[in-house]
T-cell receptor
Framework: AQKITQTQPGMFVQEKEAVTLDCTYDTSDPSYGLFWYKQPSSGEMIFLIYQGSYDQQNATEGRYSLNFQKARKSANLVISASQLGDSAMYFC?????????????FGTGTQLKVEL | SAVISQKPSRDICQRGTSLTIQCQVD?????MFWYRQQPGQSLTLIAT?????????ESGFVIDKFPISRPNLTFSTLTVSNMSPEDSSIYLC???????????FGSGTQLSVL
């Protein structure tokens, strides 16, 4: 069975600083995908970044980067130059690439608050 | 990316009634899913909406309670039947163009049952 663990229920960061949101996962599948989503207070789920288990390089999307450490089974999200609009709930999720049918298993989320 | 429209965005319903949530994607997609997010919780997959056939439900979810339709490759509905306060949640539609494509979400339906 797959499991995603996000150990930080809440995080604070000052505007313009970088912040790392932790995510560890557990799977016996050789092939899988890792996602990060942002959920603002409005409730929508916004796709941020994706990392495939066989990708050689860490994924980056603008101010978002994924620190993928396969041996440690971690996929931490790094947000650089935080902005007030980054305040939201952040979810890490994993998909089985073989036979997964694009079903995602989600972590419990981290509430990020960006302060002036 | 796919643009996914979901409606209603929120509703307040009486116990024992039913609510149908609609999900419209701006392009044809292979896969559509329905998730539930209970207050303060993470997302749980309810079912995979299969085009032209019965939905595939996850453990703990049944068709009588959450009937799903998917008449074509761009549209799906989820009905929450015989509602109780425990059904108060955000319901989210999601879609992907293929099995290994990125999964995008609609804006969600905030449901409160009195």
């Amino acid at each position: 069975a797959q499991k995603i663990t996000q150990t930080q229920p809440g995080m604070f960061v000052q505007e313009k600083e970088a912040v790392t949101l932790d995510c560890t996962y557990d799977t016996s599948d050789p092939s899988y995908g890792l996602f990060w989503y942002k959920q603002p207070s409005s409730g929508e789920m916004i796709f941020l970044i994706y990392q495939g288990s066989y990708d050689q390089q860490n994924a980056t999307e603008g101010r978002y980067s994924l620190n993928f450490q396969k041996a440690r089974k971690s996929a931490n999200l790094v947000i650089s130059a935080s902005q007030l609009g980054d305040s939201a709930m952040y979810f890490c999720a994993m998909r089985r690439s073989v036979g997964g049918g694009n079903k995602l298993t989600f972590g419990t989320g981290t509430q990020l608050k960006v302060e002036l | 990316s796919a643009v996914i429209s979901q409606k209603p965005s929120r509703d307040i319903c009486q116990r024992g009634t039913s609510l149908t949530i609609q999900c419209q994607v701006d392009s044809q997609v292979t896969m559509m899913f329905w998730y539930r997010q209970q207050p303060g919780q993470s997302l749980t997959l309810i079912a995979t909406a299969n085009q032209g056939s019965e939905a595939t439900y996850e453990s703990g979810f049944v068709i009588d309670k959450f009937p799903i339709s998917r008449p074509n490759l761009t549209f799906s509905t989820l009905t929450v039947s015989n509602m109780s306060p425990e059904d108060s949640s955000i319901y989210l539609c999601s879609a992907a163009r293929g099995a290994n494509e990125k999964l995008f979400f609609g804006s969600g339906t905030q449901l409160s049952v009195l």
